[in-house]
């Protein structure tokens, strides 16, 4: 999952708030089981079938990504399959796209936090052809040594462009300070420092040493046959020699700073995210931990928006979101407010981290809370792409099967007694970073 920027924070505080106040909508009918089949390669593939609407779409995993960087290879995951989409030894990748959009689909491909996915879908009546390139893009990159150059100034742009916004700026630097040497600290772009180091040979390494059937994971969903589709895909896939590929690394504990961080940059408003580390995906305090976290910034309903937005006018933007990974993840309140109420802002979130790690929540909060978050799960589940990437992010995360049944259980079992005491533990030790523009001369 990739970390939150501001425009995805931005439309959550925006969401409806009509999920947090009405019953929960059943989940739809193609969400209720899957076929997954691994082959003697190991190679892996999950088909959700999906009769409602005559499109498919297809991801393709694969387990690499910021967590087995080092801040000397940050971004060689994003970068490889950058230059991946680039074209096969078949297509260029102008064919590659005029093909796919001929079938009204589209392609990409980025490398994530605890995996690299090739995303694309189609009318399903494609499938086959999709699939079919799919393929060729992930075992006959061109990785053309030509094209390296050009990839890197793009990709160091994108990395100015971060930099220079204020709001991913500020996140990028609170998880630098909650993660210290973890790798998650690491950000999945890369650096102005590691991008010039990673050359052709580096890259075309990096993807021999990941790209192995044990660390692929294909989910498909949308108007197919599931045995049509598995038996394609062992007919692409089933024939990769298994090798034992790049052993995973032992990796160091999280340090988080726990401390204030100020940092200058031109801008029309001040950033402040306070952070603390948080639970991973499968902790038995997760689901606790999402609805604290919804507690205070599930939408405009959330304390933080309800109090500071909306009563007190201390900030545009107000919330909350905590994002489970593999490793332990990050709880992140933040705000951006008008520099000349940044004390004041600050000063009301602390007051309301402390609320909350002091004061039960009342029974008609914490039940607006729940259906607020199950709510938007189930709504970001109803479509194809969108179920593909579950199917594949929980299958890489290592949980079972059942995880989103799971799941819906433990929000619905947290009580007002463990909001307080996930307050207590994961809110007790925190990291903050201000970004404010400089005073005027």
């Known amino acids: 999952m990739r970390r939150l920027g501001p425009p995805a924070l931005a439309v959550a505080v925006l969401s409806a708030l009509v999920l947090a106040t009405s019953g929960l909508a059943a989940a739809p009918a193609f969400a209720q089981g899957a076929r997954t089949e691994r082959f003697d390669n ?26 087995w960087e080092q801040p000397a290879s ?68 061109a990785m053309s040594a030509g094209e390296v150059d050009g990839e890197r100034d793009w990709l160091l742009s994108r990395v100015q462009r971060r930099r220079d916004n204020a709001p991913s700026r500020a996140f990028d630097e609170l998880y630098a300070a909650l993660y210290g040497p973890h790798p998650y600290a690491i950000v999945s772009l890369g650096t ?67 401390r204030r961080i100020v940092i200058q940059q031109p801008a029309q408003q001040t950033q402040i995210l306070v ?24 939408g405009m309903a959330g304390r933080l928006f309800a109090e500071l937005r909306d009563k007190k006018g201390l900030a545009y933007t107000a919330t909350s979101f905590y994002e489970p990974v593999r490793e332990p993840g990050a709880l992140v309140l933040y705000l951006g407010t008008a520099p000349e109420n940044a004390a004041k802002a600050e000063e009301a979130l602390r007051q309301e981290i402390d609320r909350i790690r002091r004061e039960a929540v009342g029974a008609e909060e914490l039940r607006r809370a729940k259906n607020y978050l199950l709510g938007r799960y189930e709504m970001d589940r109803r479509t194809n792409d969108r179920q593909a990437w579950y199917l594949g992010f929980y299958t890489v995360e290592g949980v079972s099967p059942d995880y989103a049944a799971r799941y819906r259980r433990a929000v619905e079992a947290v009580t007002a007694a463990d909001v307080l005491r996930v307050a207590q533990t994961y809110l007790a030790s925190l990291t903050s970073v201000v970004l404010e523009p400089p005073p005027a001369r």
């Open 42 to 67: 190991g190679f892996t593939v999950i088909v959700r079938e999906n009769p409602l609407a005559p499109v498919v779409a297809l991801s393709l995993f694969v387990k690499v990504g910021t967590r």
């Open 275 to 298: 952070g603390a580390l948080a639970p991973s995906l499968d902790h038995a305090d997760h689901g606790a931990v999402k609805v604290l976290s919804t507690v205070l910034g599930g």
């Open 74 to 141: 940050a971004g060689i995951s994003n970068f490889l399959h950058a230059l991946m989409v680039k074209g096969t030894t078949k297509r260029s990748g102008s064919q590659l796209a005029e093909e796919i959009a001929a079938m009204g689909g589209k392609i990409s491909a980025a490398g994530d936090i605890d995996y690299s996915e090739i995303k694309c879908s189609a009318l399903a009546r494609f499938w086959r052809p999709l699939l079919g390139l799919t393929a060729e893009l992930a075992l006959e990159p």
């Open 192 to 258: 102005p420092a590691s991008l010039p180091r990673i050359d052709h040979a580096a890259l075309v390494a990096h993807y021999r040493a990941y790209y192995r059937p044990g660390r692929m994971v294909l989910t498909v969903s949308g108007q197919v046959a599931a045995d049509e589709v598995v038996a394609e895909a062992r007919r692409l896939f089933g024939g990769m020699p298994a090798g034992a590929g790049a052993q995973d690394p032992v990796l160091p504990a999280p340090a988080p700073a726990g």
